[in-house]
């Protein structure tokens, strides 16, 4: 049997790897359940190779780093074979969560889900090792099984309570350590002895060969992690959201409540939104807020949050004085809706306790003045 070790700066960049991919894949898919279906289709899909892309980063990673007496390596076929696994569980997943009704049992199943992809993966790719052969202890294999299936559960739950910054981080972390844990829980649980002569069903796949197919893709995931990350503090603040931090002042457009009305304002004017891969409208009177999401903003009316192909200038520009008034560089909000309003130091909140699709919006710090005039105060 051999023993074998861990070189510590592999298992560090394994960690990274696996923190990256998880915030990259979660901030890709934010928004997208308010998405034409075809676009939703292309983030999730992309969202699930970033995720599963890192998970076998990571673990690859950590393997490279795997210190035994013996040089081995990797059946080719076994290695994709992995990858592709972990690539199509983690699609399931994404699905749930944004084809359908969001719902308590469908982040369950979707964490199990993944939560069980993540060992399916890591045992498949150990078992293409040549030269030294895993021997996996079936209380390793448990411990590790239940430790990816309980973190990821509550990765899913903490992502998905909420899609704002403090729910994505969270998700992330417990989404990194799931898969960080994971591995070397299962490494702990693994012995190695000698293999006679290489076994396979493929090419082989040396270290070196290895080491260049990881790095390219945690270069890749590292560059979509920096991308998503640039934007992502922009448009943090979501409904649900807790404690609204101050943003720094900036100038922002001209607030709705500033511009005149029209002369002859409709009061049944309506605001279009994608749904179904068609055009629809609602009143204006029906939406209780507007959030910017990239070139689009999303609309909340009821229980329903809708993309509308306006930007958050264009809709400030658009839509008739009265009750819209800009509370953030991010947010619309219909002052009819708001049920009551919270002051934090030098921002705010407004909330929605009668509007299911959202329970509050933020109020900026060069906003809140024009706020409270907005409302009454």
Avoid: Q
């Avoid at 599963?52 to 074979?81: C, E, K, N, Q």
């Avoid at 609204?244 to 309506?270: F, I, K, M």
């Amino acid at each position: 049997m051999h023993e074998h070790a861990h070189d510590p700066i592999l298992v560090i960049a394994s960690l990274a790897v696996a923190l990256m991919a998880g915030f990259t894949g979660l901030t890709l898919t934010r928004g997208a359940a308010d998405m034409p279906v075809p676009r939703r289709k292309a983030i999730v899909a992309m969202a699930s190779v970033v995720l599963r892309g890192g998970v076998w980063s990571m673990h690859f990673v950590a393997m490279l780093g795997l210190r035994l007496p013996v040089r081995f390596y990797y059946d080719a076929l076994t290695t994709m074979i992995s990858a592709l696994t972990a690539i199509l569980i983690v699609g399931l997943g994404l699905m749930l969560m944004h084809f359908g009704a969001r719902s308590t049992a469908r982040i369950l199943v979707a964490g199990l889900l993944v939560g069980a992809g993540i060992p399916a993966m890591h045992y498949i790719g150990m078992s293409g090792m040549r030269m030294a052969i895993p021997v996996f202890s079936v209380a390793g294999v448990a411990v590790a099984v239940a430790i990816s299936i309980g973190l990821s559960v509550a990765a899913f739950w903490l992502a998905y309570a909420g899609r704002d910054l403090r729910n994505i981080l969270s998700g992330t972390l417990v989404f990194g350590v799931a898969v960080f844990a994971l591995h070397f829980v299962a490494m702990a649980g693994t012995s190695f002895v000698p293999d006679p002569g290489a076994r396979g069903g493929g090419p082989a796949l040396d270290n070196a060969t290895l080491a260049f197919g990881v790095t390219l893709a945690a270069f890749l995931i590292s560059a979509a992690f920096i991308m998503t990350g640039v934007t992502f503090n922009e448009a943090a603040a979501v409904a649900g959201a807790g404690p609204v931090a101050a943003p720094v002042p900036a100038p922002e457009p001209p607030g709705v409540a500033e511009a005149p009305p029209p002369a002859e304002a409709d009061p049944a004017y309506r605001i279009p939104y994608e749904r179904e891969g068609r055009i629809r409208f609602v009143g204006i009177e029906d939406v209780a807020a507007i959030r910017a999401e990239g070139h689009y903003t999303v609309l909340y009316f009821g229980d329903s949050k809708a993309l509308c192909p306006w930007s958050i200038s264009e809709s400030a520009r658009r839509l008739p004085g009265g009750d819209m008034i800009r509370t953030h560089r991010s947010y619309i909000v219909n002052r009819r809706h708001v049920s009551g309003f919270e002051r934090k130091k030098d921002t705010g909140v407004v909330f929605f306790e009668d509007v299911p699709a959202i329970a509050k919006a933020p109020v900026s710090r060069a906003r809140l003045n024009a706020v409270r005039d907005h409302l009454g105060l």
